[in-house]
């Protein structure tokens, strides 16, 4: 176990296993709590905009409860062309994303909120990663085949690039290579260490 401070509760602000997976790869103790709010964007609203607010959102909707802890709230939003690509839900949703996408490049914009009610006025550290994915040109039998196979229909993109998903992508381009995942981990390590947080016994 890390050497780790009482008084750092860690609380995750997220319903995802996949964000759950991923910050239980930092070995610290940490709850999940599953924020209730409104995740519809905006009308005319940026993706990276929609992205940070609701990131933010989520982490102080959970840290009203919980003084002191340090909330990690996390969202991600895909775009194509300037277009909101949100999870397809079902099947044919997801084969019309691929074919929408493929021989593109589509951004995933990965935002991360870190937020602690300690004291009159809270520490609030957000940022925003953004991922270019290009996704291989493939026939629409291929596609089938990898949804069938997958099923990721609560995934943005319709892509798991953890699974199978890395078949039908080309490149990635990223400077925090678990943000297309949603959790940019070099980006929350960051954030945890300025609070504080420890991840090594010396």
């Known amino acids: 176990m890390n ?29 999940v709590v599953v924020p209730d709010i409104d995740e519809s964007p905006f009308p005319d609203e940026k993706p990276a905009a929609t992205a940070m607010r609701l990131a933010v959102n989520k982490a102080r909707h959970v840290a009203q409860n919980y003084q002191n802890a340090i909330v990690i709230g996390s969202d991600q939003v895909a775009t194509l062309e300037q277009m909101q690509i949100g999870k397809p839900g079902n099947h044919g949703n997801a084969l019309r ?8 490049k589509v951004i995933f914009h990965s935002a991360l909120c870190v937020f602690q009610q300690s004291g009159p006025a809270p520490v609030i550290q957000s940022e925003n990663i953004q991922t270019e994915v290009t996704f291989r040109n493939l026939p629409d039998a291929e596609l089938d085949a990898y949804l069938r196979s997958e099923k990721p229909y609560d995934c943005a993109g ?16 990223s400077s925090d ?19 504080g947080v420890r991840f090594f016994q010396l």
């Open 3 to 31: 050497d780790f401070q009482a008084e750092n509760r860690i609380i995750l602000a997220s319903s995802s296993p996949y964000r759950k997976e991923l910050l239980s790869r930092l070995q610290l103790p940490f709850d």
């Open 97 to 104: 994303q691929l074919q929408m996408m493929r021989g593109k």
């Open 158 to 173: 319709s892509a798991k690039n953890e699974g199978l998903g890395i078949a039908i992508i080309e490149r990635i381009d």
């Open 177 to 195: 290579p678990t943000a297309l995942t949603g959790l940019p981990l070099i980006a929350l390590t960051t954030m945890l260490r300025n609070l």
